[in-house]
């Protein structure tokens, strides 16, 4: 019983520091309804199905504490560089897309992750530390630049071949 309250009263916290996080405009997204599309449309075809683990669902707002996201996912690494490209939309009712960006040259262990709004909002983006399993919550002015280039690189790259 006292288990049920914790979990409880830390789903209140959570759904309340959620409704307190301003949404970056959308104006000007480079997530187009025609590019979210061809996105859906490839996560159908070659997607897998995949769990977000809790650690960064909880951070990205997407679950309840201790729980995961259960998701489809597409996952596109260039052989070239070996950064890894990653998007991610809920198997269940939510609408929300999460975006993914790890650049072995930069630091191997650090991998971003951006929650999205259809409409190209950035809700909140995290760095998450592979190696030592840390959160860093992303500064917005550099998470918009980050997300905007990745969308981009699924518009230009991916979705052309």
């Not at 914790?6 to 187009?32: G, K």
């Not at 996105?39 to 995961?68: C, K, V, Y």
């Not at 790890?102 to 259809?118: A, C, I, L, T």
Request: net charge neutral; proline share 4%; charged share 20%.
């Amino acid at each position: 019983m006292m288990a049920n309250r914790l979990t409880s009263l830390a789903v209140l916290v959570m759904l309340a520091f959620a409704t307190t996080i301003t949404c970056v405009s959308a104006q000007n997204s480079a997530l187009t309804p025609e590019l979210l599309s061809k996105i859906l449309g490839l996560i159908a075809r070659e997607g897998i199905e995949r769990d977000i683990p809790p650690l960064i669902a909880n951070a990205l707002g997407l679950s309840a504490t201790g729980q995961s996201w259960p998701s489809r996912q597409e996952v596109y690494k260039e052989t070239q560089s070996g950064i890894l490209h990653f998007m991610a939309v809920s198997r269940g009712n939510d609408q929300d897309i999460v975006v993914s960006l790890r650049k072995p040259d930069n630091n191997p262990d650090n991998m971003y992750v951006f929650r999205v709004r259809r409409d190209g909002t950035l809700v909140t983006a995290v760095i998450f530390d592979i190696q030592t399993r840390q959160l860093t919550v992303l500064n917005r002015a550099e998470a918009q630049k980050k997300l905007e280039a990745e969308i981009l690189f699924w518009n230009g790259q991916k979705l052309l071949e």
